[in-house]
């Protein structure tokens, strides 16, 4: 009997074996051309109920569609829609609205002939899957009963006002009405009522018109021959609110009357605020419709905005202009005293036009306040509205580090201010409005505005807020970070670095909730909404856990105020947890370096996950490789780690090559899936395929420097790797963007490790980098360098030998690995200057140097041609150096400029 049982199991693991290998041996090789039927998955929607859940699918190349479905573990019929996109499902869940667009053929042609797309409204009723089709759609809204839809359409090319028609769909009857000239539009809170803004050509027939839904009533509110905006209701009172144009033929622009109701639906309320009845308005002031009105919870206070008048200027007709006289000149003033430099007003023009003050307008009172002023850039109500925290980084500028301000409370009742800190960058309100919650001294205080007493709280918990971990050159280090605050503002959530902490806003108690650090697991808190009032007493708390040393993933919950239960915790990586509205049950994203993202359907205790979606099926069909967690020792002595990703079809009788991609931290990618593609030259499941390992090391950094500190964590990551036999020491490139590619180009100056190297957009000079402009941004780089990423807390003449020594371009002499560098022309993150520079220096050094040069693009190739271009040619750039594959002209010879195939269109197009 014994010896049947071991002949069944010996035939059995034969078979299956001999079943494995012949699944193996029909796999094939993934090749570029194949990399277009990649799908991802993007904005994804769970109804109210958990019953129905849409997602979209778009592929690497091509067009994408909407998928609904129902939930069921039969894994029931899905519903797919071509282009589809913006699903929303009715809260009573009978309903999903979701908009239609074109292919991507369709949008280019609309593109060459400067037109938009028009999209079209798909309306699906979950019980029969039927689906009615609504032309023209440009927005729509269900109300929040799931009763009524309404549909806004395109205005008129011809339009010269913001009305167009609307669509106001009854889902239970299934009529459809017709509003004309609606320029905005908005439902109550219990979706009884819909107020609209009524914008026409002839102005006749401008005016505010309320809808009472179930009597099918129309009040108008308001008509004048001007233009209405900012509706605003209150959630809970029925009020409604909204603007009233109001020209004057001494000032530019507009100023505004602000109407209020309350008790819409009953015996409603109407009150009027007109700046001239006012005498607290300040003279020359009006009220601006770029700020959005908002009610106080009370619903007895609106928030507006208000700033200076501008008087109308007429032009001089008296004065002639002689002919030596010059036009007025465009010039800027940079000045050294500038809060802002000309740049940054620059980007920020927009927002500069549109300053304002908020004010407030008491109702009952009939009162007016003024809460903002030029000594506050920024105002943030508290949670109960009594109040506004104010800031004013006035003393501080020009500001070179921190963002430095004192902050202010200022009451919104009186309009008095007082000054309740000194150099301190930001706080926090409870939902409450009983205090302000702030970082300061390595440790977390609250205030409390009604005692105006200032509390530390955690100075007696044994443990570190500040986050050490992160280095950098700031003077003070910013904490971990919090989750949300009880909503009665009695606790909140505060972070060290593995764990969660309980602390009460009066100092009286703390409690630390999980229990992180002895296995190195970080845990956060998970919010489901983030306009809530805070954490109810009966409520979960949920959170994301993440393995520091092992990446491992999942989710845990404290159920009841009890003990912490892990959810789900596996060597996968899981994120995008969602909840039902009405419901206990979840989604979450599944995947890992071999399993496509997907998505699956679990009840409150996460048991038997349901798939909804099954993504990248033709995976099967080709060699697919895993990837395996590295930890080596840096030469600080600092244990890290990094990520290894095998080549497709490993045979571990053989050594292959290895790309190195790094940045900063990239181990925490582990589990992460790679999809193949053509437009990224980091693509790691392209070279995987080819037959690459892909090896993605920590980086541990030591303050001014940045380039020392990153030879000093990858060179032995990579000699780690080296040591187990694997790789090829002799086929090892290394490559990066941005900062990865600023370490690249210092790394290969200070080792021959490398055979190849290619670097996107690179800092190569780090004084003259120190002293150029962030232009996406309009900021000074020296902000960067001097608490950020830079890593130098002194400006560079301060520390004049560790800019020189951790700068690519003064280490370039003797410099063996080749260098493949992309710019783009207008990259307005790293200035195009810095590869200047460093071909100069190459070329002058006659080291092997090539630059890539995209006209018109940025930090990043936006262009599809040109991520194709840069893609392929960091390829061959490898292929060539590691591989000794036949090397392309562009490569040997370069590529002349009348070569270039523009030019040669352009010859072309010139000779016809």
Not at 516 to 528: A, C, E, L, P, T
């Amino acid at each position: 009997m014994r010896l049947s049982k071991l002949f069944l199991l010996s035939l059995l693991t034969f078979l299956f074996s001999f079943h494995s290998l012949a699944a193996q041996d029909q796999k094939q090789k993934l090749e570029p051309e194949e990399y277009d039927q990649w799908q991802h998955i993007s904005s994804t929607e769970l109804s109210a109920d958990g019953n129905w859940f849409s997602y979209n699918i778009s592929l690497e190349d091509g067009d994408g569609w909407l998928i609904i479905k129902e939930v069921g573990a039969d894994s029931t019929e899905e519903h797919k829609f071509m282009h589809g996109e913006q699903v929303d499902f009715s809260q009573n869940n009978k309903w999903a609205a979701f908009l239609i667009g074109v292919s991507e053929d369709q949008k280019e042609k609309l593109e060459e002939q400067k037109k938009k797309v028009r999209f079209k409204l798909g309306l699906m009723n979950l019980q029969t899957a039927k689906v009615d089709t609504f032309q023209n759609i440009q927005e729509y809204t269900f109300s929040d009963d799931g009763s009524y839809l309404a549909m806004k359409k395109y205005k008129p090319e011809e339009a010269k006002t913001d009305g167009s028609d609307l669509i106001l769909r009854d889902l239970t009857e299934g009529t459809n009405q017709l509003v004309g000239n609606v320029s905005e539009y908005t439902f109550n809170d219990t979706g009884s009522q819909l107020a609209v803004l009524l914008d026409s050509n002839e102005k006749l027939g401008n005016g505010v018109h309320l809808y009472d839904l179930p009597s099918n009533r129309v009040t108008v509110l308001d008509s004048d021959t001007t233009t209405y905006k900012e509706l605003s209701w209150h959630e809970d009172e029925n009020a409604l609110a909204f603007l009233k144009a109001k020209e004057h033929k001494d000032f530019e622009n507009v100023t505004h009357r602000i109407l209020a109701f309350k008790n819409l639906g009953g015996n409603a309320k109407k009150f009027e605020f007109y700046q001239q009845k006012n005498d607290a308005f300040p003279e020359d002031f009006r009220i601006v419709d770029y700020r959005s009105l908002e009610w106080s919870e009370d619903g007895n206070t609106l928030f507006f905005g208000i700033k200076e008048w501008e008087k109308a200027t007429k032009p001089d007709t008296t004065k002639e202009k002689s002919k030596d006289e010059l036009d007025p000149t465009n010039v800027e003033v940079w000045h050294w005293q500038d809060a802002d430099i000309q740049p940054k007003q620059e980007v920020l023009v927009n927002q500069l036009k549109e300053d304002n003050h908020l004010s407030a307008w008491h109702l009952d009172e009939k009162s007016f306040v003024q809460l903002g002023t030029e000594q506050f850039d920024q105002l943030n109500l508290t949670g109960d509205q009594q109040h506004a925290v104010a800031y004013d980084p006035h003393p501080y500028e020009p500001q070179f580090e921190e963002d430095w301000r004192d902050v202010y409370l200022v009451d919104v009742t009186t309009g008095e201010s007082r000054q309740i800190l000194e150099r301190q960058e930001q706080v926090r309100t409870s939902p409450d409005g009983r205090y302000l919650l702030y970082f300061k001294d390595q440790n977390w205080w609250t205030y409390d505005i009604e005692n105006r007493k200032h509390r530390n709280l955690t100075n007696d918990i044994d443990t570190r807020f500040e986050n050490h971990t992160n280095v950098n050159g700031r003077e003070h280090r910013r904490p971990f970070g919090t989750g949300e605050w009880s909503e009665d503002d009695s606790w909140m959530l505060l972070y060290d670095q593995y764990d969660t902490y309980k602390v009460w806003a009066d100092g009286s108690n703390y409690q630390k909730i999980t229990e992180g650090s002895n296995d190195k697991i970080r845990y956060r808190q998970v919010r489901f909404e983030y306009d809530t009032d805070g954490i109810a007493p009966d409520e979960n708390i949920y959170f994301s856990m993440y393995g520091d040393k092992t990446k491992d993933r999942g989710y845990a919950r404290i159920k009841d105020n009890q003990t912490l239960e892990t959810l789900i915790y596996d060597s996968k990586m899981f994120s995008s947890l969602g909840k039902a509205d009405s419901t206990k049950n979840f989604v979450y994203q599944k995947q890992s370096a071999t399993d496509s993202p997907d998505y699956f359907y679990v009840d409150n205790d996460f048991n038997d996950p349901i798939a909804l979606t099954y993504t990248n099926p033709q995976q099967d069909k080709y060699y697919w490789a895993d990837d395996e967690l590295i930890t080596f020792t840096n030469e600080n002595g600092k244990e890290l780690e990094g990520r290894l990703l095998y080549p497709a079809n490993y045979d571990p009788d053989k050594s292959y090559p290895m790309i190195t991609y790094i940045y900063e931290e990239r181990s925490q990618t582990m589990h992460s899936y790679s999809p193949p593609s053509k437009k990224s030259p980091y693509n790691f499941r392209r070279y995987s395929s080819e037959g690459y390992f892909v090896f993605q090391p920590d980086i541990s950094y030591e303050l001014s420097d940045p380039g020392v500190s990153a030879v000093e964590s990858v060179v032995p990551a990579v000699e780690e790797v080296i040591d187990t036999g694997m790789i090829n020491e002799e086929q090892i490139g290394l490559t990066g963007h941005s900062w990865g590619a600023y370490q690249t180009t210092f790394i290969i100056t200070q080792t021959n490790l490398f055979s190849s190297a290619v670097a996107g957009a690179p800092l190569t000079n780090m004084i003259s980098m120190y002293n150029s402009i962030y232009w996406n941004t309009g900021t000074t780089d020296a902000k960067i360098f001097e608490t950020s990423q830079g890593r130098f807390p002194d400006p560079w003449w301060k520390e004049w030998d560790k800019f020189v020594e951790n700068s690519p371009i003064f280490n370039m002499e003797g410099v063996q690995t080749p260098l493949l560098v992309e710019f783009g022309t207008d990259d307005g993150a790293v200035d195009f200057n810095q590869g200047v520079e460093l071909y100069n220096t190459m070329r002058r050094m006659q080291n092997p140097f090539v630059m890539l040069v995209y006209e018109g693009e940025n930090h990043g190739l936006a262009r599809e041609e040109n991520q194709i271009d840069y893609a392929t040619r960091a390829f061959e750039w490898h292929e060539y150096y590691l591989l000794a594959k036949e090397a392309p002209e562009w490569i040997t010879d370069g590529l002349p400029y009348l070569e270039r195939p523009v030019m040669k269109e352009k010859e072309e197009q010139e000779t016809k």
